[in-house]
């Protein structure tokens, strides 16, 4: 075996059929032959290719791709070199925005964000108004880094945490003030008004002094000042002129009763005889001429005398006295009065 020709003089060349594959050189010899491989190869007929990527030769987790007699490494993320050895300073390319510091590990970097920023990169403005920290309805504004609230009336501080007490400028002058949110509220002291009580009630507005007193307005209260012959707090009470002590005799003269009027008015009621305001007239009855037939009135209180003439009588001398009484006719004659004397008939 191994040998051809008529004496077996020829070694047999068993390369004519080309056993050794993917372009391996092949060696003949003695009933055998024996494959050279080229790199990368192995195998009896080179038919084996050598995986280059089973000793593992990317580091950092880098993806290792086989090929012929060689092998490639796809790095990860921040890494480089042939074997994925070397780290990626990420920093150089300032990846850092708004600020952010940036420091170098192993693979990648991380940025340290100034106040106000967040994300891989710095790049999200963060949202202080999400925490709603503007109080009592007050208006979040954002900002870098900050935020700014602004206040409905009636509230201040940062976080409109402070109701603004209005009461401190003492706004009520004759009041106590309560404090309001956004206002004040005045409870004024008894006899003052308005909005902040600096206004005097003006207690005469009611005209509380009658009987014609004049009112004086003061605070909380008001005085009269009486008409003569009135007294009390509203003038009320009709003084009685005529109880004060000798009065009832000094107005009155001969007699007269006084009679209280309203105020300082009186009457008096006269005794029979008297007349007048003040019953100071004596009436003369003799005014009425009341003796008759030429007699003489003679006055006196309450009362009169008539001093009648020769022939005639009465309170009055109204009657013609009879003279036949005490005079008389012979005998046979009438008797007939006239005046003082008589007639025989």
Known sequence: SGFEGTYCEINSDECVSHPCQNEGLCVDGVNQYRCTCQHGFTGTLCEVEINECLSRPCKNNGTCLDLINRFSCSCAPGYYGSLCE?????????????GGSCINRLGGYRCLCPPGFTGD???VNINECMSAPCLNNGSCIDDIGSYKCHCRRGFTGTNCE?????????????????DLIDGYQCSCESGWTSSRCEININECES???????????????FFCTCLSGYTGRFCEVDVDVCSEPTLNSVLCSNGGV?????????????????????CEIEVNECNSSPCLHSSTCEDHINGYTCKCQQGFVGRSCELNYNDCLIQ?????FLCVDGINNITCL
């Open 86 to 98: 070397m780290d990626v300073n990420e920093c150089e390319t300032l990846p850092c925005l708004h």
């Open 121 to 123: 990169r710095c790049e």
């Open 162 to 178: 402070i109701n603004v007490n209005e009461c401190l400028p003492d706004p009520c002058l004759h009041g106590r003030c309560i």
């Open 207 to 221: 005209a509380p002094c009658i009987n014609g007193g004049s009112c004086q307005d003061a605070v909380n209260a």
């Open 258 to 278: 006084c009679v209280d009027g309203p105020g300082r008015n009186f009457h008096c009621r006269c005794l029979a005889g008297f007349s007048g305001q003040l």
């Open 328 to 332: 008389s006719c012979s005998s046979g």
